[in-house]
């Protein structure tokens, strides 16, 4: 029973940095109607960027790293937005789908230059963990789950209570509508990509500071974050969450009954057999998974 | 002479991989970023079946063929039906899942150390087992995949595929079971890609999990773009022309450390700046003529 709770707990941490990823993916396909294939890339970049302020080079302390990243890595988003996606949003969806792999590709291949292939690690100062009963957590851990309840509520609140979270709803709801009513479509698509890159470089940086950094992290991540979006329902915000922690869960419990090697095919597993049982997901629309009928 | 000759072995290969791409993506529409997988997959496949079981060559290379068809029935039986977008992510995994199963599989795959050994193709008793025999060999077989898919491309059926590219509504307005001709369209260049990979083990005689990355798929991606979406021939041109580009990029004296994402990162702005101006490709498919 004790290392059930440990493994939850691991879970959860690790469920909450897939959340956070997977809401920029869920966000830009409510838009768009389109997968954002680079959003993993993104997040690996964003890791980087904390790790190059906090530890490489400018030895800014750890919180200002992290939210200097979120900041730039927001601007990265809306800069991919503009110059790769944006020529392309009436062109066939092969099209679009093509240029993020690029994307993607670029990214990876930029930071491999940048700051070599090899593993990174913070390896922040080893702290006493605390006993929560029979589960064992550490300083780290209490931030990483903190940050990532923190920055969804911070979302919650930015949808539902302000002016451009209903611009943003109402756009991914009816875009021309939304048009007609004097919102300018392409302001709302370019804050959701920094929205969700920013939050995509949360999760990033968290899930390096959970584990390691590496340029191939991006492709992992999403992986993992779109089983979440699929499992939560393709286009729903808080489906993705759930999604999130529901993965992240599995996973680490998974742990128990099979090789640590598998673990990454965890979330892959749970990808497939939602496509075959329910491929709405749990939360969402037959016609927002796009289902043709047959 | 003797890089010529492998450079040109591995032209064949990747062109087939070109050829398969070319049915699943440029012809259906189908996003199919697990094509590494797949090759992967015929690869080990033949090669363990030769290696460790004895099986003939010849056979193996069919097993290769077989099983990459139906792993690609299997995963296309759940996301054919859906929007593109499900079959790009499901097949991706596909590539991580099965790099994981090279990698992780000890017993059977030998992990990262790779497979060595695995013996060269043999035709009616007669050994290919030098590069010159294995190029004729490999030859006859991109020109049978080649005549194949082109035989597809023209048929009715090929017609139907491009309809369903096109506008898959339509398609079905017209009656047409859209699901399998997705399907088969798949499946087929499943089986393709796990000939590359076939061949591929018995020329080389050794492979490792490194082989078979998600940056191949990207590179024959950016072949069949290049070449024409649904564009046969130019697919496979423009397979050998990046491929002596990228012998080019590797004589030109970067370490080996900063050469390859380099190559990674002018092909993907190569591939961006595609994309946006000449998203046909640069020499666009050809109207076939129905007489």
Do not use: C
């Amino acid at each position: 029973m004790d290392i059930f709770a440990q493994l939850l707990v691991n879970g959860l941490i690790a469920g909450g940095t897939y959340a956070l990823a997977a809401v920029g993916y869920s966000m830009v396909y409510s838009i768009l109607k389109f997968i954002n294939f680079a959003h993993g890339s993104i997040a690996m970049v964003g890791a980087y960027i904390t790790f190059f302020l906090a530890i490489q080079s400018l030895h800014l302390p750890l919180p200002a790293a992290f939210f200097l990243s979120m900041l730039l890595t927001a601007l990265l988003g809306i800069s991919v937005e503009r110059i790769a996606y944006r020529p392309l949003r009436r062109a066939p969806k092969l099209s679009t789908l093509t240029t993020a792999i690029a994307v993607s590709f670029v990214l990876d291949a930029a930071v491999m230059i940048l700051m070599g292939a090899d593993i990174k690690t913070f390896s922040l100062p080893v702290m006493q963990g605390y006993s929560i009963g029979p589960v064992l957590i550490t300083p780290v851990q209490i931030i990483i789950i903190g940050a990532s309840f923190f920055f969804m509520l911070l979302l919650y609140i930015l949808l539902t209570r302000t002016k451009l979270g209903k611009a943003i709803r109402a756009v991914a709801d009816d875009p021309s509508l939304a048009e007609a009513s004097g919102i300018n479509a392409n302001v709302i698509i370019a804050a959701v990509f920094g929205i969700g890159s920013a939050l995509a470089a949360a999760a990033g940086s968290l899930i390096g500071l959970d584990t390691n950094l590496q340029p191939t992290m991006g492709f992992l991540i999403t992986i993992k974050a779109f089983a979440a979006v699929v499992l939560g329902g393709l286009g729903s915000v808080y489906g993705a969450i759930v999604g999130g922690f529901i993965i992240g869960i599995v996973e680490n419990l998974g742990v128990w009954v099979i090789p640590p090697v598998w673990k990454d095919t965890i979330a892959y597993g749970i990808l497939i057999l939602v496509l075959f049982v329910r491929p709405a997901g749990l939360f969402g629309s037959v016609e927002q998974a796009g289902v043709l009928q047959q | 002479m003797e890089i010529a000759v492998h450079l040109l072995v591995l032209i064949t290969i990747y062109g087939i991989l070109a050829i398969s791409l070319n049915l699943m993506v440029g012809m259906a529409g189908l996003f199919n970023l697990g094509l590494a997988a797949f090759y992967g997959i015929g690869a080990y496949t033949s090669a363990i079946l030769s290696r460790n079981f004895g099986v003939p060559v010849g056979l193996s290379l069919l097993a290769g063929v077989a099983l990459s068809a139906l792993i690609g029935f299997i995963i296309g039986l759940p996301t054919v039906k859906l929007v593109g977008d499900y079959l790009a992510v499901v097949t991706m995994g596909l590539g991580e899942i099965t790099r994981a199963v090279f990698k992780n599989w000890v017993p059977v795959t030998r992990g990262p150390m790779g497979l060595p050994g695995i013996p060269h193709m043999s035709l009616f008793g007669f050994k290919l087992d030098t590069a010159p025999l294995f190029l004729a060999f490999s030859f006859v077989m991109i020109a049978i995949s080649f005549i194949f898919v082109e035989r597809i491309r023209l048929s009715p059926f090929g017609r139907v595929l491009r309809g369903v590219r096109e506008d898959e509504m339509g398609a079905q307005a017209l009656g047409k079971n859209t699901y399998w001709y997705k399907m088969i369209a798949l499946v087929v260049g499943s089986g393709l890609a796990g000939l590359a990979g076939g061949l591929f083990a018995h020329y080389m005689s050794f492979i490792d999990p490194s082989s078979f990355v998600m940056w191949l798929t990207f590179f024959i991606f950016l072949a069949i773009m290049m070449g024409g979406l649904g564009n046969n021939l130019g697919a496979v041109v423009a397979t050998g022309v990046l491929m002596v580009l990228r012998e080019g990029l590797r004589f030109a004296g970067l370490p080996p450390a900063v050469a390859a994402p380099l190559q990674q990162l002018i092909f993907g702005i190569l591939l961006i700046i595609m994309t946006i101006f000449a998203p046909r490709g640069l020499i666009p498919e050809q109207k076939p003529r129905y007489d």
